[in-house]
């Protein structure tokens, strides 16, 4: 299949991600189809669709008449044979259980076309979790998405132990088509890339709260204002090429003897699990919240989050 072929996209769960996905997809020119278990979670999906692209044309990333010829190419429905007849590339953004995921798998092998390419926007499981009964193997991958997917720019393009070459390069050009920066990840491994990275920070920063180094107000402050203001701009890779191999390996030979190693998250994170402390949700987490936020108020900061992410995007991506 050439990238030409590829007219019709399926999304299998539309929540928190699969709506920005399917929007990205239509935002591309694709038609898309939603597929979802219940149609109150398709309607919420179209007018989630709906604000996220009002914010975009808010922000001049896109024209007004944008935003109801994007509408136009989407449709939704809870009957996956439905769905996925005409697909002919279909991402999966169910909920992250292998069990409902082999459901769909097995379903999507029989309900596609022969020639329909699938991915998974799994962030913790691999292919073999889920797609073992399914027979077209090297037409299957994982593209995993970051929230909110459409402003977020890179999606990890992860190859399968039997994915085809030819599956991996038809996937990345899509990929750069519909403006995305798709980054291949050669072989499977949990965590892929950027959550080993990012999960690889939080051991130690959630070390240094539990140990009282500097209180969380000033750790976010910290991170958001050196490295991580770097890392908006340049790759940690780049990072160590402008400073010096040499001196950041004399770094890591005096600070890998001291920083945390630990094989089990931090007990003081496992108390506040414990006590419904889980942030944003219920009103309390490292920070207080007003638990308006998540509830009534929560499109508000959506949209003031979104509109912060596309100001960085328009600097740092323009294309
Ligand atoms: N939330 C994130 O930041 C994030 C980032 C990257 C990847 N992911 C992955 O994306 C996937 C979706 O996560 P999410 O955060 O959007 O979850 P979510 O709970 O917001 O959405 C999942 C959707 O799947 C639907 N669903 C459940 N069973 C289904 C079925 N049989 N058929 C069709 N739809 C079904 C649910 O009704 C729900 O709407 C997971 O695999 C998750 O690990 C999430």
């Not at 809870?78 to 459901?103: G, H, I, M, P, S």
Request: hydrophobic share 40%; proline share 3%.
């Amino acid at each position: 299949m050439q990238l030409e072929d590829i007219r019709n996209i399926s999304v299998i769960g539309a929540g928190l991600m699969g709506h920005g996905i399917g929007l990205t997809y239509a935002l591309g020119g694709y038609r898309v189809v939603l597929n979802d278990t219940r149609e109150e979670i398709l309607g919420n999906a179209i007018s989630y669709i709906r604000n996220d692209l009002k914010t975009l044309a808010e922000s001049g990333v896109i024209s007004q008449d944008m935003i109801e010829e994007t509408l136009s190419r989407l449709t939704t429905t809870t009957n996956l044979k439905k769905a996925v007849k005409d697909a002919d590339f279909v991402t999966e953004a169910a909920v992250e259980d292998a069990e409902v995921k082999r459901e769909i798998f097995s379903h999507l092998d029989v309900f596609c076309p022969e020639h329909t390419i699938f991915a998974s926007n799994t962030s913790s499981l691999v292919l073999r979790d889920f797609t073992s009964q399914c027979r077209r193997k090297d037409r299957i991958l994982i593209t995993h998405w970051f929230n909110p997917p459409h402003i977020v720019p890179v999606v990890e393009v992860v190859r399968g132990e039997e994915t085809s070459d030819e599956t991996m390069e038809l996937v990345y050009a899509l990929l750069q088509k519909v403006k995305k920066v798709p980054v291949k990840i050669l072989k499977e491994i949990p965590g892929f890339v950027v959550n080993r990275i990012q999960v690889g920070m939080f051991r130690e920063v959630w070390s240094l709260w539990q140990q009282g180094i500097a209180s969380p107000e000033d750790i976010d402050l910290a991170v958001k204002g050196s490295f991580g203001f770097r890392l908006a701009a340049i790759g940690p890779l780049a990072t160590c090429d402008l400073g010096g191999l040499d001196l950041w390996y004399g770094i890591a030979d005096r600070l890998f003897k001291v920083i945390n190693d630990a094989h089990q998250p931090p007990e003081a994170l496992k108390r506040k699990v414990r006590a419904g402390e889980l942030g944003v949700k219920t009103g309390k987490g490292f920070f207080d919240y007003n638990i308006d936020c998540f509830t009534k108020g929560q499109e508000e900061s959506v949209k003031a989050r979104d509109k912060k992410f596309i100001q960085l995007l328009k600097l740092l991506y323009p294309q």
